[in-house]
Each structure stands twice: as C-alpha cells, then as structure tokens.
C-alpha cells in the first residue's frame, strides 16, 4: 500500500494529528479537514484511505465524537473480556498516524479494523 505523497495531504494529516492532541476533538473541524483531506487519497488511488476519511467524518458528524475504541493487537479469549473505556481523543489521534504511516503493513491492517468498526457502528 502506498502512502499519501501530496505535500498538501501530508500537511493535512499533520495538523489533524495535532489539533486533535492539543485541542481534542473539534467536530466541525475535524469533519472539514477530514472532508479536505479525501479528495487526496482518491487522486491518488488510495481506496482504503478514502473510506476511513469518509466513514470516520460521517461518525463524527453524526456523534460528535469519535466512539471507535483502538483496535485490540491480540484476539482475547472470552473468559478475559473487560470491557475497556477507549477515549475517543486518543482513538481519533492513533487512527489519523495510521492513515499517516499506512505503508507499514500492520497499520494498514488496523486501519482496516476500524473501518470495519466503523461500519458496524
């Protein structure tokens, strides 16, 4: 998988990850710059990208927050499940470094957790 190599795109993604760690989840903001950022990954054929861009803005649009826990590194067997709280700004600031490193093989595999998550939700 490739990564994005617009320098606009690249500058996008930096300011969500930062926003987002400095300010928390802005809805309106967060939701314009992910809706800026699409156009990138379609112009360079970035389908998984597109989808999360898109499927994660029209959840916070709709929620106001970003209710996607991080995806689990290891199936945990049934008798051990707790249910974690997942704090949504921390949830938001990992997803948005995985669309940023999404050419590292087991980013792109969590990335696609959550937009199964975010399919499901």
Do not use: W
């Not at 993604?13 to 699409?38: C, F, H, P, S, Y």
């Not at 990138?40 to 499927?55: D, M, N, V």
């Amino acid at each position: 998988m490739n990564t994005l190599q617009n320098s606009k795109a690249v500058k996008l993604i930096n300011k969500l990850i930062d926003d987002v760690t400095q300010n928390g989840i802005i809805t309106n903001t967060v939701v314009e710059d992910l809706m800026a950022l699409r156009p990138y990954t379609i112009t360079e054929e970035l389908p998984l990208l597109a989808k999360a861009t898109r499927l994660a803005a029209e959840h916070i649009s709709e929620h106001e927050t970003f209710a996607i826990p991080i995806p689990q590194d290891e199936p945990i067997e049934e008798k051990e499940i707790e249910v974690v709280e997942s704090d949504p700004k921390e949830s938001l600031h990992y997803f948005f470094c995985l669309i940023r490193d999404i050419n590292k093989k087991v980013n792109e595999e969590e990335l696609r957790e959550y937009v199964k998550a975010l399919n499901e939700y």
